[in-house]
């Protein structure tokens, strides 16, 4: 897949702040600076998706956005050992509502924090809402290998198992 790259990506104009070339991309993915990739939007407003790779922090955080570019899904994971590390997975709705980007306020939001020993914690929040429970599990599947520059398609797996749905 062809990646475009920038600093960071503006949510509220639905565009990239700072576009980076390949090779300056690829330098901060060397020093561990904070840089955001996205696939083509294929005419679209909004890309389907962005990955925001920081590796001072050790951090990656890949979202899926809706048609109308809100924050669908985010998947976080955290470097633990040489490894990516699976640590949090959000989920979006934003009922009838059509407005778009950053502007846009959840109506609902499921959450998931996973712990390497194997506990979930699940969070539902709903209007003034809140539910939270937790229980243990296999995190197997919540280990990635880092990627290379520009190679990532391990991580924008859409469909990943949810903890608590069985």
């Known amino acids: 897949m062809k990646w475009t790259y920038s600093e ?8 990239p702040i700072t576009p980076l070339t390949d090779k ?12 955001t990739a996205v696939p083509p939007s294929d005419g679209k407003r909004s890309p389907d998706l962005r ?6 922090t050790e951090y990656v955080g890949v979202i899926f956005m809706d048609p109308y570019g809100r924050d669908e ?20 709705e934003y009922g009838d509502s059509e407005v778009r980007g950053g502007y846009a306020d959840s109506t ?10 194997g506990v979930a914690h699940r969070t539902v929040e ?3 809402e809140s539910s939270t429970q937790s229980r ?5 599947l919540n280990w990635e290998a880092i990627p290379q520059f520009g190679e990532y398609d391990s991580l924008v797996r859409r469909d990943r ?4 749905t069985a």
Request: glycine share 6%.
């Open 8 to 15: 960071r990506w503006n949510k509220l104009l639905e565009r």
């Open 24 to 35: 300056k991309a690829r330098a901060r993915h060397s020093n561990g600076q904070l840089y």
């Open 51 to 56: 990955i925001e790779i920081h590796w001072e």
């Open 73 to 92: 899904l985010r998947y976080t994971f955290s470097v633990i050992n040489g490894l990516l590390f699976l640590d949090g997975a959000r989920r979006y």
């Open 108 to 117: 609902y939001m499921e959450s998931y924090d996973f712990t390497p020993d």
């Open 126 to 128: 709903s209007g003034d």
């Open 136 to 140: 243990e599990i296999d995190v197997t």
């Open 161 to 164: 198992d949810q903890p608590f």
